[in-house]
Structures are given as C-alpha cells and as structure tokens.
C-alpha cells in the first residue's frame, strides 16, 4: 500500500543512491515490507506464478529467435534444425510451446478466482481492467506465436482468424489486408507476426508493472473480502507471501516440467509437425486449447440476425459470430459495474457460489465444445451456453447483487481466521 | 424469503436444463442411427510395447538399427527423411567409417564448382538423407498422383485422436506412443475390404488408415523381403514394429535424453518442493492463517 515507507538504508551507498535513485526503496516497500492480508489462500500464488511463466516465455522465446527464421521457405526446417541440432533446442522450444499452454491455465485460474471473490469490485477496477488488457495481449501473442512454425496448423488457423476480421463491415477486407500484408496468408503474415510476436510480450511486460502497481496501491483482497482494517490483519510480504509463492511456484513448475519431459506434443496437434501446404485443407482446423471457448461462441451464431418478418438482415451469421466472440472477452471490462452486490466475496454470497460455479461448467462445456465439429446436437449445445454465458454476465450479476440476501460477513479478517480456528472471539 | 424463492428458481432451472439435455442427446442418438457418419481411423491403433514408453524409456538398438534396415532395403524406394543427417546414424551405434560407408551409397547434386557448373558426389555424414525423388512433382508423377509423405516427422504427425476420456487417463499413464502405434497397426493393418465399402482404384483398403478407409500405399511388407542377422524374426509384424521404432526415432531423436533429463528435474524439483513446505510451515505456523 502506498503510504510511509519503512526501508532505512545501512550502508553509506545505500543512503547516497537512496537520496538520488530510491530503487533500493521501491523494492523494499514492494516485495519485503508490504503487507499482504494473513489468510491469503493458495488461489492466490498464481499472480507470482503468471509472473514466473512470463519470464520463462520470455528467456526461451529470446533464444529460439537466435535460431529460427522468419521465411514461409525455411521457418518450419528452422524450428526441426532447434530440435535436432541447436544445444538442448529440444528443451527450449518445448519449455516455450508447453509454456504458453502453462500460461493459460495459470491465467484462467488467476481471472476465475477474481471472479470468486469479487476481485474486480470498488476499488479495484483499473486493477481489473489492467489485467483484461494483459489477458487480451496474451491472446494476440499466443495466436502469432502458434503461425511461426508453419505447420498446417499454424498456417490454416492463420487463415481462419484473420479471414474473421473480413466480417467487419466497409473496413473489414482493408484490415485482413493489413494484417496479413497481402490476400492471402503468405511471407509478409509470417515476418509481421514474428516481428509482432517479439514486441508484444514486452508490452505484456509493460502493463503487468501498472498491474502490480495498482495492486499495490489499493492491496491485495482477500478470501473474506473485507478490507485490511490493522496491522494485526496482515503479514509482511517478506518472509511469508514470498515462502508461499516460491513454494506454490515449485509445484507449478513440477507440473509443468512432467509436461515438457514427458508429454511435451500432448497439449499440440499433431497436423502441425506438417509442413503448411496452401493447396491442402486438414479435415478439422482447431485451434489451440485455450482459445477452444471462445471458438465456440465464434461458431455457435449460426443465424442472421434482421427484422423480424422481413428479409432484412442486420447482421449476418459471420459477423455475429465475430461480435459474439469479441463481446466475450470485451464484457470482461464491465463486470466491475455489472456486479452490483457490495459483498466481494462468494464466501458470503450463497446464490452467487452456485451461479460461479454453472459459470465455469459452461466455460468448460464450450471448450469441449470448441474441439467438436460444429454440425447437430454440438452446435444447438454451444448455442445454449453461449447464451448462458452472456446471460450470466448481462442478468445473473447484476439481478443476484439486488435481491440475494448474504451471508453475515465477519468484522475484520483477523475475526474471520479465529473464528476459523476455532479461537472463542476476544 | 427471497433466498428461498430464489433456490426453489434454481433447481427449477437445472431441472430443466437437464431435462433439455436429455432430449438433446436422445435426439442426437437418434439422429446418429439413421445415417452413421464413419469416423476415421475405423478401427483404433493396437497398443505395442515400446521399449522407448514410460518415464524410463530407452531405445533398443538393436531394432532401430533393424528398422533402419528395413527403411533403407523397402520404404526408402518411394519415402525420403530429409531432416535426418547422415551423421545422427551414431546414436544407432555405428561407427563413423560406417556410416561414411553409408552415405557414401547415395549422391547428391552439389556445386556450383570453379567452372560454374553443378556437379553429382557421393554423400557425406553430414549431408541429409538422400531422398528417392528429385522434388515432391516427380514424387507425384511417380505414385499416382500421391506424393509418399517424408519419413522425418511422420511418427509425431500422424495420431489419431484418443478422444474423450482417452486423453484425460494418458495424462497420467504417460502414453505418448500414439505415433509408432498407429504406424504399426496401419503396417500390419491390410485386409481384404468388406463387401459393402467401395475402394477407389489405385487405393488400398485398410481400417487403420488415418483419413479414410482406404490408402495410396499397397502392403508395402511381407515376410521375409528384409533379411535379419541378429535371428530375429523375419515376419511383418516384426519389420513392421521394428521400423515404427526406427521412424520415432527420426522423428524425436532426443526423446531418450529428454526422459533422462525429466527424472533428474522432477527429483529435484520434488525435493526443492518438499524443503520449501516444510521452511514455509515453519515460518507460518506463529501465524494463525
């Protein structure tokens, strides 16, 4: 929290560099001396961990780019030459692939439990909308990171998300153009996407700073949702987060390392160690797993919408999916303004728990359903959750906050861990 | 009262989710029986016992250098493996005149030289496997119309799917094999197609077959085309295992390595996990959390 700081420097360079460039300060206030709230549960490791698989993404991408070629002719043999002959390229390039994957599932559970504990709410909203935008960056990254290697994966997914933009009315056929620098995915769509592919994750860098300085502005919430009210509701960062985090980003990495070392293509397809063929359509095209949601809600708007007994169509099914898609991530944005509860926490809020938990069944139904070919029962099931998904936003959130009654919320956070404990109330 | 009201809407809903559900899926049975869609592969790959599976899984050398045998004698006349080098052939255990020898069989246009002029020589370790074919046109031109497929990365892009809940379970089995399994199991895989499919001409029935029912490639094995001189048998099941091996191989040269890096870092990464719980409970056990 800002406010005063507590770090004395020892030496005779610590106060000449204090008194010119307080870094020393700001890392002390920041990481040793800023006070977490005490009862801080494992869901909330994975900030440290997302910071952790960014730094990994990162050091290897840094290093598979010393190696691969930006060339429609030579990027795929570039990316075998890392796994057959560049120094433990095999361990790099799978780190990174496998990565990007960790990324994600560390992200979503990271955005479910903000959704769980109403992270998003008074004053936390720049917080939220901050991590939204890192989110949505991650995404783009992901996207253009899967085209470098030129597989029939890489190039077909390439073709069907860009040719989504050509949904857009009047300026749509200019942006594709744009976006790939010709018609068609080609040469210029590789070298623009590795050229963008580089800078984005440095711009990722650049938002998680305002991220964790707004974190540490407003203070990190807390399973109950009540606000830090004393000092006796809080331990230092240092020793006690920084334990917890190192120990719970230990158990992350064993995960991830059981993935790289034993199942590194497990989360890949495998179309993709095929090299792209332009005259060559693979049966299914399926992106990655983690965009596999939002595919679904792309696919599921199968209808034009018009006016009603006419033959106007308003928007038709392209567009509306690509609208659909789109108003799924940038909904995100609103949630702060859409809860209306005063109560962060689904500790307390009875019917909210049960509606956050059908929500994360439905976000888990559309990307089964994402993966399945969008014909019969699997597109009527992915309509049904998509309209769930946008109801729970637009309805559920805002009408639970006005007429769900709440469970009695605890005084302060150190009466909610004794309480816990069994401790009889002093 | 309105916390119960609001429950009593909530069960009212899921029951008629579920409800809905039910008829969805009773109507998606229905639809299924009336036209079956056939999903490819018809029938699923045989699981083999690779001696290269599981977290301590090491390559049989022996069968590598077999199957390498039986790349070069039958599969290397239609399938080249061009991001193989010669000189990886040392993880096989041969030597380095060997493996000269072996290149040496093969030429490759080289040049241009100090006349300008492009010029043939016999391949060397560090060149990339020769492959049959001058480019993928005469491949084509040759076979149909159908390029054989490059053998380099064949055992890692050709897997079928597992499917629901398959994939869930080889989480935690550690099965990665999908890749030589399905090479095998398409080898050993030709039968006789039944009456009521209809096999294109110049294709050849096989239920194994990844993206159809039936497949450019004829039979390319049978027993005894390839001779052993280690004794072991000369059958198709066993040239056929021997050289899905062999193309796992090309495919993922380091997968030996990699497994033997993995069970240093998870033992590691085990330990260091285990010495933080126990430093982190003891830091934390003064605060109540």
């Known amino acids: ?426 | 009262m309105k916390v119960n009201t609001m429950k009593f809407l909530v069960s009212r809903i899921a029951g008629i989710a579920v409800a809905f559900g039910l008829i969805m899926s009773g109507t998606a049975f229905a639809a299924e029986d009336e036209a079956p869609t056939p999903h490819y592969p018809l029938i699923k790959p045989k699981n083999v016992e690779w001696s290269f599976g599981g977290p301590f899984g090491k390559w049989d050398i022996g069968q590598l250098q077999r199957g390498l045998k039986v790349y070069t004698e039958v599969c290397a006349a239609c399938h080249s493996m061009n991001l193989v080098a010669y000189r990886s052939l040392s993880a096989l255990g041969y030597s380095n005149d060997q493996i000269k020898a072996y290149a040496a069989e093969y030429e490759v246009t080289d040049g241009p030289d100090d006349e300008g002029e492009m010029f043939q020589r016999p391949a060397i370790p560090s060149d990339q496997f020769v492959g049959p074919y001058p480019n993928v046109q005469a491949a084509k031109a040759a076979n149909n119309g159908a390029a054989p497929p490059d053998f380099s990365l064949l055992a890692k892009s050709r897997v079928p799917l597992r499917g629901f809940p398959y994939y869930v379970f080889d989480v935690f089995t550690m099965y990665a094999e999908n890749g030589p399994d399905y090479i095998y199991s398409l080898l050993t895989g030709y039968v006789d197609a039944p009456a009521n499919v209809e096999v294109p001409e110049n294709a050849n029935y096989n239920p194994y077959f990844l993206s159809g029912s039936a497949l450019a490639m004829a039979a390319p094995l049978s027993d005894d085309v390839v001779d052993y001189d280690d004794g072991s048998p000369q059958t198709v099941d066993q040239y056929a295992k021997d050289v899905a091996a062999f193309m796992m191989w090309a495919a993922e040269p380091d997968l030996v390595s990699r497994k033997a890096m993995g069970f240093k870092v998870m033992i590691f990464l085990l330990i260091f996990s285990g010495l933080l719980y126990f430093t982190k409970k003891r830091i934390w056990s003064s605060v109540k959390h």
């Open chain 1, 1 to 426: 929290m800002s406010g005063h700081s507590a770090y004395v420097p020892k030496s005779g360079f610590g106060k000449w560099m204090d008194a010119r460039l307080p870094l020393a300060r700001l890392v002390y206030d920041s990481f040793v001396a800023y006070p977490v709230p005490r009862n801080l549960n494992n869901w909330y490791t994975f900030g440290a961990i997302l910071s952790l698989m960014l730094v990994v993404q990162l050091l290897t991408g840094i290093v598979l780019a010393m190696n691969y070629v930006p060339n429609t002719t030579m990027a795929f043999d570039s990316v075998e030459h890392i796994m057959r002959n560049v120094n433990y390229g095999w361990l790099l390039r799978y780190m990174h692939f496998n990565g990007a994957s960790f990324f994600f599932i560390a992200v979503y559970i990271h955005i479910f439990r903000g959704f769980y504990y109403g992270s998003y709410k008074n004053p936390r909203e720049v917080l939220w909308i901050l991590g939204v935008i890192i989110f949505i960056l991650m995404m783009a990254t992901a996207f253009m990171g899967y085209v470098l290697p030129w597989g029939q994966m890489s190039f077909w997914g390439a073709t069907v998300i860009t040719n989504f933009f050509t949904a857009i009315p009047i300026v749509g056929d200019s942006i594709q153009q744009l976006l790939l620098g010709g018609a068609v995915v080609a040469n210029p769509t590789l070298n623009r996407f590795f050229s963008l592919h580089y800078l984005l994750p440095f711009m990722i860098v650049g938002v998680v700073i305002l991220h964790v300085w707004a974190l540490h502005v407003t203070g990190q919430t807390n399973p109950t949702g009540v606000e830090v009210k004393s000092e006796q509701d809080t331990v230092p960062f240092t020793p006690y987060a920084t334990m917890k985090d190192l120990l719970a980003m230990t158990v992350f990495l064993l995960v991830f390392a059981y993935f790289i070392f034993y199942m590194p293509n497990f989360l890949g397809a495998p179309e993709n160690y095929v090299r792209a063929d332009s005259l060559k359509t693979p049966s299914e095209i399926v992106p990655e797993w983690y965009f596999l949601p939002f595919y679904a809600i792309l696919r599921a708007i199968t209808f034009d919408i018009g006016i009603p007994f006419t033959d106007i169509v308003l928007i038709n099914s392209k567009l509306g999916g690509v609208m659909a898609m789109f108003g799924s991530l940038l909904i995100f944005f609103v949630v702060p303004w859409l809860d209306t509860s005063k109560v962060r926490s689904a500790t307390y809020r009875p019917l909210f728990k049960q509606f956050f938990w059908i929500f994360v069944l439905v976000c888990i139904g559309l990307g089964y359903l994402g993966a399945k070919p969008a014909e019969g029962i699997y597109t009527t099931l992915a309509q049904i959750l998509t309209f769930w998904y946008f109801f729970h936003f637009i309805v559920i959130l805002p009408v639970l906050g006005l007429i769900e009654k709440p469970k009695p919320i605890p005084a302060s956070i150190t009466e909610a861990v004794l309480a816990k404990n069994g401790v009889a109330k002093s």
